[in-house]
């Protein structure tokens, strides 16, 4: 079994369900700032993405891109299902109004 490197932060708690976007923003936060703090070799060193039995390893960069940005999207897809399943307006996504919202074009 592998185990985090001794920096890794244990996750945070989310104690209820007004606490998840503020929990978001704080983690989202945090990873902006340690991108933030790399530089282009770092970016580029190699990184390993383990799912016992399975591993993968590609460019720092890659990895944020791919598990990390994509994965983003794709759960907020899944959140617009959701909402539009249980009638709840759905938000405009990446700078553009959804259909619950007015076009102001």
């Given at each position: 079994m592998m185990h985090p490197p001794a920096e890794w932060s244990p996750l945070p708690k989310v104690a209820?369900?007004?606490n998840v976007v503020p929990v978001a923003?704080?983690?989202f936060a945090a990873a902006a700032s340690a991108l933030r703090s790399m530089t282009d070799a770092d970016l580029f060193d190699p990184?390993?993405?383990?799912?016992?039995?399975?591993?993968?390893?590609?460019?720092r960069i890659a990895a944020v891109r791919t598990h990390t940005l994509q994965h983003r999207v794709h759960h907020r897809a899944q959140l617009g299902v959701y909402l539009r399943l249980l009638g709840i307006p759905v938000p405009g996504l990446y700078g553009m109004p959804s259909a619950h919202e007015p076009w102001d074009a």
């Open positions: 209820t369900e007004s923003k704080e983690c990184w390993t993405f383990v799912a016992s039995p399975h591993a993968a390893r590609m460019p």
